[in-house]
């Protein structure tokens, strides 16, 4: 019945209001369309707000005001809304979206606005708050306190805003109730992945018990596959707090190290597949080995087999070193300090498997993959030094191919030398005080081990008539590191345990012993190398093995010269040994050969003083002083004759005969100072100084230095240089097996 009504007076609107010609406008009053609101007027004291509409009080005023509009067109779908009777309520949000241009939403809205005022206007002719948000109609305004525009902004949204807060009510139990859980589910998570990778790390740790290949490989596929769920696990994290936005230094430090065990278990994986294989391949080859408790493979096939996983193994290796160079610390000195110590031996291990991959033709030259190659490794003391290390008192003869030990003999240096007659070889100078004849035992003669080696060779052909390849010389001090590690083997036929140090002590005095039930001078040496081989054997510690054995080479205390142009061209690239040959500065290196006929070398303290300065056109001007001293001491004395007594030597004659060999005697050397090519000899002091220019390389100036018992001994000399790079500093170079001495840059 309501819209009906409003229908007739849309109809009565229309009747009055509708033009009889829609291109003309026409006038309409439409104030009798709005309500009528009476208000009484007052006169205020501070405001005539009113007089201009009404001067008497308590009078009632109209509101109304008779408005006048010019309609041009419209129909009847443009004023439904000014015929409701109440408007028509909306929610808050949906009030202050209203479109601007929505002009005739209420009766008030036909009516030409006033200019805009403040929000919330009070229209007095309705009492309520203006509905509309930039257009008011014509009012009276008054200003409404803040806890007014609230409550009615309340009231007039009540319903709406009770809808809303229930739905943010539930929202926000809803959120709470996901934190918590989210919380809780954290919580757990954290917890879960630490007790994982704590396990899990123990089953890294115990891969280096693992003594069977294919227990080692199963094992660490095991491994790889947890760490690997791990690593996925701990992806959500790293996205959240390991990203290029936010880090989390704890989260970092947690998935490097879930990343880095995870690589270590896929190298523990290939190891095992390369150890596996090696096994298979040992236990089908039909080839003896001359060492025993050695398999003997042809290794360079084997290798050349095993590229790939080499290749792999080093891949894994530098995604480690990354992942472990990352965690910068633990918080925990100890921790630090042992994750330091691992880093560094997996860096070992990366330039180790690099180098071989890089030089993989050459070492498989080396392993004489084409033919036979035969080694000679001499094996050196530490207590007569030659120009090239110390005197041999060993040799080991070894033969390869393909890397396969075709033969592996070990002889007395002295045997070879009885094979040399009635070859006689007049020694060179200062070797005829020692001997009358030239011997392959000081064949180690010339600066340059090349030469020596070609002299060996020389040699050896005399005694054999077969030639050498390469050959290696070996100081006596890998043995005793090997024994400082080891502690000591155990020598029944001595009843002594033979340690680092009394090595050099028990075995030259066992060598030189006269009374020993023996076969041969060496023979003691010979019983202590198989025991010692063995127990290196047993030990299987091959990592530390190769790392001594590289650090020695480093250090220029093993030396490594071939016959083959193609193989010394290559070592000398690595720029290891004897680069004085090659160094353009003022260079200086002094070469000692023992001719004392005794072991008072490993007591000899020397040291070296060079001073420099500039002369003219790139001539330096230098003096050489060499101070030598016999440090044997007291204690010394008395340990020699505690091991005397240890090993059973009782006989007084016998007694002195040692001791006059192992210490009680002048040490007397020959030395060459080598320098750059064409010095010149200078002052002398009055020194037995002479020059030697008989080499196109070098130039060296040679003298006799002899050093009593528990004396110094000093001599000096002036030389002028003629470097290739003009800088006065001098370039100190040792020599290898030289120990006990210092060096002193002078001014």
Same mark, same amino acid.
């Given at each position: 019945?309501?819209?009906?009504?409003?229908m007739?007076?849309?109809?009565?609107?229309?009747d009055?209001?509708?033009?009889?010609?829609?291109?003309?406008?026409?006038?309409?009053?439409? /104030?009798?369309?709005f309500?009528?609101?009476?208000?009484?007027?007052?006169?205020?004291?501070?405001?005539?707000?009113?007089?201009?509409?009404?001067?008497?009080?308590?009078?009632?005023?109209?509101?109304?005001?008779?408005? @006048? #509009?010019?309609?041009?067109?419209?129909?009847?779908?443009?004023?439904?809304?000014? #015929?409701?009777?109440?408007?028509?309520?909306? &929610?808050?949000?949906?009030?202050?979206?209203?479109? =601007?241009?929505?002009?005739?939403?209420? &009766?008030?809205?036909?009516?030409?606005?006033?200019?805009?005022?403040?929000?919330?206007?009070?229209?007095i002719?309705?009492?309520?708050?203006? $509905?509309?948000?930039?257009?008011?109609?014509?009012?009276?305004?008054?200003?409404?306190?803040p806890?007014?525009k609230?409550?009615?902004l309340?009231?007039k949204?009540?319903?709406?805003?009770?809808?809303?807060?229930?739905?943010?009510?539930?929202?926000?139990?809803?959120?709470?109730?996901?934190?918590?859980?989210?919380? !809780?589910?954290?919580?757990?998570?954290?917890?879960?992945?630490?007790?994982?990778?704590?396990?899990?790390?123990?089953?890294?740790?115990?891969?280096?018990?693992?003594?069977?290949?294919?227990?080692?490989?199963?094992?660490?596929?095991?491994?790889?596959?947890?760490f690997?769920?791990?690593?996925?696990?701990?992806?959500?994290? *790293?996205?959240?707090?390991?990203?290029?936005?936010?880090?989390?230094?704890? @989260?970092?430090?947690?998935?490097?190290?879930?990343?880095?065990?995870a690589?270590?278990?896929?190298?523990?994986?290939?190891?095992?597949?390369?150890?596996?294989?090696?096994?298979?391949?040992?236990?089908?080859?039909?080839?003896? $080995? &001359?060492v025993?408790?050695?398999?003997?493979?042809?290794?360079t096939?084997?290798?050349?087999?095993?590229?790939?996983?080499?290749?792999?193994?080093?891949?894994s290796? =530098?995604?480690?070193?990354?992942?472990?160079?990352?965690?910068?610390?633990?918080?925990?000195?100890?921790?630090d300090?042992?994750?330091?110590?691992?880093?560094?031996? !997996?860096? =070992?291990?990366?330039?180790?498997i690099?180098?071989?991959?890089?030089?993989?033709?050459?070492?498989?030259?080396l392993?004489?993959?084409?033919?036979?190659?035969?080694?000679?490794?001499?094996?050196?003391?530490?207590?007569?030094?030659?120009?090239?290390?110390?005197?041999p008192?060993?040799?080991?003869?070894?033969?390869?191919?393909?890397?396969? #030990?075709?033969?592996?003999?070990?002889?007395?240096?002295?045997?070879?030398?009885?094979?040399?007659? +009635?070859?006689?070889?007049?020694?060179?100078?200062?070797?005829?005080?020692? $001997?009358?004849?030239?011997?392959?035992?000081?064949?180690?003669?010339?600066?340059?081990?090349?030469?020596?080696?070609?002299?060996?060779?020389?040699?050896?052909?005399?005694?054999?008539?077969?030639?050498?390849?390469?050959?290696? /010389?070996?100081?006596?001090?890998?043995?005793?590191?090997?024994?400082?590690?080891?502690?000591?083997v155990?020598?029944?036929?001595?009843?002594?345990?033979?340690?680092?140090?009394?090595?050099s002590?028990?075995?030259?005095?066992?060598?030189e012993?006269?009374?020993?039930k023996?076969?041969s001078?060496?023979?003691i040496?010979?019983?202590?190398?198989?025991?010692?081989?063995?127990?290196?054997?047993?030990?299987?510690?091959?990592?530390?093995?190769?790392?001594?054995?590289?650090?020695?080479? %480093?250090?220029?205390?093993? /030396?490594?010269?071939?016959?083959?142009?193609?193989?010394?061209?290559? !070592?000398?690239?690595?720029?290891?040994?004897?680069?004085?040959?090659?160094?353009?500065?003022?260079?200086?290196? +002094?070469?000692?050969?023992?001719?004392?006929?005794?072991?008072?070398?490993r007591?000899?303290?020397r040291?070296?003083?060079?001073?420099?300065a500039?002369?003219?056109?790139?001539?330096? *001007?230098?003096?050489?002083? #060499?101070?030598?001293?016999? $440090?044997?001491?007291?204690?010394?004395?008395?340990?020699?004759?505690?091991?005397?007594?240890?090993?059973k030597?009782?006989?007084?004659a016998?007694?002195?005969?040692?001791?006059?060999?192992?210490?009680?005697?002048?040490?007397?050397?020959?030395?060459?100072?080598?320098t750059?090519?064409?010095?010149?000899?200078?002052?002398?002091?009055?020194?037995?100084?002479?020059?030697?220019?008989?080499? &196109?390389d070098?130039?060296?100036?040679?003298?006799?230095?002899?050093?009593?018992?528990?004396?110094?001994?000093?001599?000096?000399?002036?030389?002028?240089?003629?470097?290739?790079?003009?800088?006065?500093?001098?370039?100190?170079?040792?020599?290898?097996? %030289?120990?006990?001495?210092?060096?002193?840059?002078?001014?």
């Amino acid at each position: 019945m309501e819209k009906l009504k409003n229908m007739e007076n849309l109809d009565k609107v229309n009747d009055i209001l509708q033009p009889k010609e829609w291109n003309k406008g026409i006038i309409v009053d439409v /104030a009798q369309f709005f309500q009528q609101v009476m208000v009484n007027a007052i006169r205020l004291n501070q405001s005539n707000l009113f007089s201009d509409i009404y001067q008497e009080l308590e009078k009632n005023i109209d509101l109304r005001r008779q408005k @006048v #509009l010019k309609v041009k067109k419209f129909t009847k779908e443009e004023f439904k809304d000014i #015929l409701r009777n109440k408007y028509q309520k909306k &929610p808050f949000w949906a009030i202050l979206n209203r479109k =601007k241009q929505r002009l005739l939403q209420d &009766p008030i809205g036909i009516i030409q606005p006033l200019p805009e005022t403040a929000r919330n206007t009070l229209d007095i002719r309705t009492m309520e708050a203006s $509905s509309s948000a930039k257009i008011y109609p014509d009012i009276y305004s008054l200003p409404m306190l803040p806890k007014q525009k609230i409550r009615n902004l309340y009231r007039k949204n009540i319903l709406s805003i009770r809808i809303s807060a229930w739905k943010w009510t539930k929202i926000w139990s809803l959120v709470t109730v996901v934190v918590l859980a989210l919380t !809780l589910f954290a919580l757990w998570y954290k917890n879960y992945i630490q007790a994982e990778v704590t396990k899990w790390y123990q089953g890294i740790y115990a891969l280096k018990s693992i003594k069977d290949a294919d227990v080692l490989k199963n094992t660490a596929k095991d491994l790889r596959t947890k760490f690997r769920i791990l690593q996925l696990m701990f992806w959500p994290i *790293n996205i959240l707090w390991n990203n290029f936005i936010y880090t989390n230094h704890s @989260v970092k430090i947690a998935s490097n190290i879930i990343d880095w065990w995870a690589e270590l278990s896929n190298i523990a994986l290939i190891w095992g597949s390369i150890w596996k294989d090696f096994n298979n391949e040992k236990a089908n080859s039909k080839i003896d $080995s &001359p060492v025993k408790g050695i398999g003997n493979i042809k290794l360079t096939e084997f290798f050349k087999s095993e590229y790939d996983n080499l290749a792999n193994l080093d891949a894994s290796l =530098k995604k480690t070193i990354t992942y472990f160079s990352q965690v910068d610390t633990l918080g925990n000195p100890a921790l630090d300090n042992k994750f330091q110590s691992t880093l560094e031996s !997996l860096i =070992k291990w990366d330039q180790y498997i690099d180098f071989i991959l890089k030089n993989k033709d050459m070492l498989l030259k080396l392993a004489w993959d084409t033919k036979p190659m035969r080694y000679f490794v001499l094996n050196q003391n530490k207590d007569e030094i030659r120009a090239n290390w110390w005197f041999p008192w060993s040799v080991i003869t070894i033969e390869v191919y393909k890397w396969a #030990l075709l033969k592996y003999d070990k002889k007395d240096i002295y045997y070879y030398d009885w094979h040399l007659s +009635p070859y006689r070889e007049t020694p060179p100078e200062w070797l005829n005080i020692i $001997s009358p004849n030239h011997w392959l035992r000081d064949a180690n003669y010339s600066p340059v081990f090349l030469d020596s080696v070609n002299k060996i060779n020389f040699f050896y052909e005399k005694a054999w008539g077969s030639t050498l390849d390469t050959v290696i /010389a070996i100081n006596q001090w890998i043995v005793e590191d090997f024994l400082r590690k080891y502690w000591s083997v155990r020598m029944d036929e001595i009843w002594a345990d033979v340690t680092a140090d009394n090595f050099s002590l028990i075995m030259s005095t066992m060598v030189e012993n006269k009374f020993q039930k023996v076969i041969s001078p060496k023979d003691i040496l010979f019983k202590f190398t198989d025991k010692f081989e063995k127990k290196l054997i047993d030990k299987r510690d091959f990592m530390w093995y190769i790392d001594m054995f590289v650090n020695n080479v %480093l250090a220029w205390e093993v /030396a490594i010269a071939s016959r083959d142009t193609e193989i010394q061209k290559y !070592l000398d690239s690595l720029w290891i040994l004897e680069n004085w040959k090659s160094d353009p500065w003022n260079w200086v290196y +002094p070469v000692f050969t023992s001719i004392s006929w005794n072991k008072s070398d490993r007591y000899m303290k020397r040291d070296f003083t060079v001073h420099t300065a500039d002369k003219w056109s790139c001539e330096i *001007n230098n003096s050489f002083t #060499l101070t030598s001293k016999n $440090s044997y001491g007291a204690d010394t004395q008395n340990m020699i004759r505690q091991v005397f007594d240890e090993l059973k030597i009782t006989d007084s004659a016998e007694r002195n005969r040692l001791i006059a060999i192992q210490w009680a005697a002048e040490n007397r050397q020959y030395v060459r100072v080598l320098t750059p090519k064409w010095s010149i000899l200078g002052n002398t002091y009055w020194n037995n100084v002479n020059i030697d220019d008989s080499n &196109p390389d070098y130039t060296f100036f040679k003298f006799y230095a002899k050093t009593d018992v528990w004396q110094t001994w000093i001599i000096k000399f002036d030389y002028i240089s003629k470097p290739k790079n003009c800088q006065a500093k001098a370039i100190f170079y040792k020599q290898p097996g %030289l120990s006990g001495y210092t060096f002193n840059q002078g001014q």
